[in-house]
């Protein structure tokens, strides 16, 4: 399994960026999608996850009204659209995937995934 992330860059507060992860050697359409964040001097964080049908998704309440996660299914791709960043938002952001069997409920803890991208930096300048 392979988790390719992109998207990552400097952006002024209030601004936006869209992450992408493509996903290759897993059945994508039945996997849960989530995204992680970890800044400088703190821990891993959950921030979002998408179920396969992309009819359900989660959100850190950090992120809820600002973050919105999708997925296209056709492409193998999960998006993290970004608005309203604030400083605080400056982190390492990874993508992980997991099956539903796997991760039970758990979609909100890292060490519940098995699989991982190798992160992209997203700095947001105040």
């Known amino acids: 399994v392979q988790l390719q992330a992109s998207g990552g860059g400097l952006v002024q507060a209030g601004g936006s960026l869209r992450l992408s992860c493509a996903a290759s050697g897993l059945t994508f359409s039945r996997f849960t999608m989530s995204w992680f964040r970890q800044a400088p001097g703190k821990e891993r964080e959950f921030v979002a996850a998408?179920?396969?049908?992309?009819?359900?998704?989660y959100y850190a309440d950090s992120v809820k009204g600002r973050f919105t996660i999708s997925r296209d299914n056709a492409k193998n791709t999960v998006y993290l659209q970004m608005n309203s960043l604030k400083a605080e938002d400056t982190a390492v952001y990874y993508c992980?995937?997991?099956?539903?069997?796997?991760?039970?409920?758990?979609?909100?803890?890292?060490?519940?995934?098995?699989?991982w991208g190798q992160g992209t930096l997203v700095t947001v300048s105040s």
């Open positions: 998408v179920r396969w049908s992309g009819s359900k998704t």
């Open positions: 992980a995937s997991d099956s539903p069997r796997s991760l039970g409920g758990s979609y909100y803890s890292g060490t519940a995934y098995d699989y």
